[in-house]
């Protein structure tokens, strides 16, 4: 069965500073892979994805996020982090196979910044 | 209206009560999703809906009936719960088959079960 670990549960950074969210992986084939943010109260927003090809990819608000096959990795990154970034990241693994494509989510970073 | 609704957004309710959570997608997708999202747990998958056939249930108790009359709808259905139901639950849209797309989330209904 798929998995997904986000092991660091809380991160504070200061404002401006760059910011790295580890998220692994476990997958029997390639993988599907999203990151997605949350506010308190909020539903979830897609910040990127990863469905094939560049394994550098570039999402909404700055962030990106790599791809890593051999360390069965998506860590999501910001260079500089603005207070507005405050709430809940949850990476997620996307089930390939035909007619489900249901998610299998992390349990979450929750990101406060600092002034 | 765009993207996913959900209503309530918020819902109270006894455990001898009955009610429906509803969900529209306006994306013209063709797969819908339950998920629970409790404090001390990930984000569960409860219902899958795919081509307006249920593919999974999950293991999820009798107590949350899922509905889905077409593809643009879906109902949960909730009797009979207990105050550890009281949770976010959310609603997805995606596309499945020739082209993907990623999942698109209502803004969910807080349940609280009293």
């Known amino acids: 069965a798929q998995s997904v670990t986000q092991p660091d549960i809380h991160i504070t950074v200061s404002e401006g500073a760059s910011l790295e969210l580890r998220c692994n992986y476990s997958y029997g084939a390639t993988p599907y892979l999203f990151w997605y943010v949350q506010s308190p109260g909020q539903g979830l927003q897609l910040l990127l994805k990863?469905?094939?090809?560049?394994?550098l990819v570039q999402g909404i608000k700055g962030f990106e996020a790599e791809f890593k096959r051999s360390q069965s990795s998506f860590n999501l990154r910001k260079p500089s982090v603005h207070w507005s970034d405050a709430a809940e990241y949850f990476c997620?693994?996307?089930?390939?196979?035909?007619?489900?494509?249901?998610?299998?989510f992390g349990s979450g970073t929750r990101l406060q910044v600092q002034p | 209206e765009t993207g996913v609704t959900q209503t309530p957004r918020h819902l109270v309710m006894g455990m001898t009560n009955k009610k429906s959570l509803k969900c529209e997608q306006h994306?013209?997708?063709?797969?819908m999703y339950w998920y629970k999202q409790s404090a001390k747990k990930p984000l569960e998958l409860m219902f899958v809906?795919?081509?307006?056939?249920?593919?999974e249930n999950n293991s999820v108790p009798s107590r949350f009936s899922p509905e889905c009359p077409n593809s643009s709808h879906l109902f949960l259905h909730l009797h009979t719960l207990q105050p550890e139901d009281s949770a976010l639950y959310l609603c997805a849209s995606s596309q499945v088959g020739v082209r993907d797309t990623e999942a698109f989330f209502g803004q969910g209904t807080r349940l609280t079960v009293v």
């Open positions: 990863y469905f094939s090809g560049d394994t």
């Open positions: 809906y795919s081509l307006e056939e249920r593919v």
């Open positions: 997620a693994v996307g089930d390939t196979d035909t007619g489900r494509r249901a998610l299998t």
């Open positions: 994306l013209g997708h063709n797969a």
